[in-house]
């Protein structure tokens, strides 16, 4: 059985061998929209709540956008225009427009890259910034909130006098599923909040996790950050597999969110009927699996899928290597799970430990293998499990590992995947 698996730009096509019990889980999405800027115009001007971009915008003389950074497949260059029209014709001037980059606390966006997030033609003529988690002088102090946590957002995006995002909806590990306020908190905000909204309170509780949002405790968080930042509007999409647009949700963002997550989790939600043995997925392709800090994802919506003792085995190209330099430090010098979770018990959160304190709650329920070549041997010597080299022998070593009888889940598209057993 061939099968091509989302790995960097081109993937790889694997045979797996006959004879086993296989699971295909693919996404499911509604077909592409015949004519998406068709549907973009229509949300802006007729959204699901709230009044349209173009009434908002009236008498207005700024507006700040926030959008995806390069590791999220948004598809800006196509809905850009259309908003940037509206705020012109409403009275804002170009110049007094500005695009911010979510990147939370990512590295910053190059040149070349911002011309791939926002468009060349947007990106020579709008102003666009990268946020500076790390620069607690461009962020401004709000306040905190009832549970205690300091919001910091970056000031370029609170001085407009309208505040807008551009994202799109994806099942996501802490928050249930992406987009809206997310593009406020972390991807706008200053280090000291994303560290506390990534803090073990949220991170240890079983309902931040994929698929999981009315009761979600960092949900509830960060849409109260959003709105502590007067979050006016948002535009969010949901994409085909190829990441095309299948659906256009825009307006009030609390609402407009609301509306998109419940149709995607109606239309991407598989149910399994008892836990897999084994798991077999990646990283999603790029951009998504650029890092093996990104990559984590495609372990940690397998850990829905498998039985307790299961395997999973991750694919990853990770053509940029770790991740930041705070995150490849701990992964470096933490050669066990249970030694990183020691030591992280009863400290200040340290930026990125929760992407490997999430891990460790996947390696705790199961044995995980990775194949991700574009990380260098001082840093996969230490990684939770066997490492293999390259993706064909690592998934014939893995089939190898498991028993003749094994129930076998294979998940081509990684964390774009979004199933459970019941």
């Given at each position: 059985m061939q099968i091509e698996f989302a790995f960097g730009k081109q993937g790889v096509s694997i045979d797996l061998p006959e004879g086993r019990d296989y699971r295909v889980l693919k996404s499911i999405s509604a077909p592409p929209l015949a004519n998406p800027v068709t549907a973009i115009e229509t949300a802006l001007d007729q959204p699901a709540s709230g009044p349209s971009i173009t009434e908002l915008?009236?008498?207005?003389?700024?507006?700040?956008?926030?959008?995806?950074?390069?590791?999220?497949?948004?598809?800006?260059?196509?809905?850009?225009?259309p908003l940037l029209k509206r705020l012109e014709a409403a009275g804002i001037p170009r110049e007094g427009i500005r695009i911010m980059i979510a990147t939370?606390?990512?590295?910053?966006?190059?040149?070349?890259?911002?011309?791939?997030?926002?468009?060349?033609?947007?990106?020579?003529?709008?102003?666009?910034?990268?946020?500076?988690?790390?620069?607690?002088?461009?962020?401004?102090?709000?306040?905190?909130?009832?549970?205690g946590t300091p919001v910091w957002i970056d000031e370029r995006f609170l001085s407009a006098d309208l505040h807008l995002s551009?994202?799109?909806?994806?099942?996501?590990?802490?928050?249930?599923?992406?987009?809206?306020?997310?593009?406020?908190?972390?991807?706008?905000?200053?280090?000291?909040?994303?560290?506390?909204?990534?803090?073990?309170?949220?991170?240890?509780?079983?309902?931040?996790?994929?698929?999981?949002?009315?009761?979600?405790?960092?949900?509830?968080?960060?849409?109260?950050?959003?709105?502590?930042?007067?979050?006016?509007?948002?535009?969010?999409?949901?994409?085909?597999?190829?990441?095309r647009i299948a659906q256009v949700f825009a307006g009030e963002p609390k609402a407009a969110h609301r509306k998109g997550y419940e149709w995607v989790r109606a239309s991407l939600m598989q149910?399994?009927?008892?836990?897999?043995?084994?798991?077999?997925?990646?990283?999603?392709?790029?951009?998504?699996?650029?890092?093996?800090?990104?990559?984590?994802?495609?372990?940690?919506?397998?850990?829905h899928m498998v039985k307790p003792g299961g395997k999973i085995l991750l694919l990853g190209e990770c053509q940029e290597g770790v991740g930041a330099p705070e995150f490849s430090k701990m992964v470096a010098e933490y050669s066990t799970d249970d030694a990183f979770m020691r030591a992280i018990e009863g400290v200040p959160v340290t930026v990125d430990q929760w992407q490997l304190e999430k891990l460790a709650l996947a390696t705790a329920k199961a044995e995980v293998g990775f194949c991700l070549p574009g990380i260098a041997k001082e840093y996969s010597r230490n990684f939770w499990g066997p490492v293999y080299d390259q993706p064909r022998t690592a998934v014939s070593a893995f089939l190898e590992s498991l028993p003749a009888n094994a129930r076998i889940a294979v998940v081509p598209e990684g964390p774009y995947v979004l199933a459970q057993t019941r």
């Open positions: 915008a009236k008498g207005k003389r700024t507006a700040a956008i926030s959008v995806c950074d390069i590791t999220r497949p948004a598809p800006n260059p196509i809905v850009l225009p939370g606390l990512h590295r910053g966006a190059t040149d070349d890259e911002i011309k791939q997030i926002v468009g060349e033609q947007i990106a020579g003529s709008y102003a666009v910034f990268n946020h500076d988690a790390r620069n607690r002088d461009q962020h401004r102090h709000l306040g905190t909130t009832k549970s551009l994202g799109f909806i994806e099942p996501h590990l802490m928050l249930g599923f992406s987009g809206g306020r997310k593009l406020v908190a972390p991807g706008l905000a200053a280090q000291e909040t994303i560290k506390e909204i990534h803090s073990s309170r949220f991170m240890r509780d079983p309902r931040a996790t994929e698929g999981s949002i009315d009761d979600n405790p960092l949900h509830a968080e960060l849409l109260e950050i959003a709105t502590m930042a007067r979050h006016d509007f948002l535009i969010d999409v949901s994409l085909t597999p190829d990441r149910t399994l009927d008892y836990g897999m043995d084994a798991v077999i997925t990646t990283g999603g392709g790029y951009p998504l699996d650029m890092t093996y800090y990104q990559c984590i994802k495609g372990i940690t919506a397998a850990a």
